[in-house]
């Protein structure tokens, strides 16, 4: 339980939480990103046959 208030009340805590919290965002904008690139791709590699 410490540690949850530790997380949540120090500059530490809450520096870790934002590391992580944007580390999963860059994830998911890197995921969404390079599967729209791929698909924009496949539609331009089609084009062209």
Known sequence: MKAIVDLF???????????ILFMIGMAIWFFRFFTRKMNESERA?????
Request: charged share 20%.
């Open 45 to 49: 590699q089609g084009v062209k046959r």
């Open 9 to 19: 009340s120090t500059d530490y805590g809450l520096a870790s939480i934002s590391g």
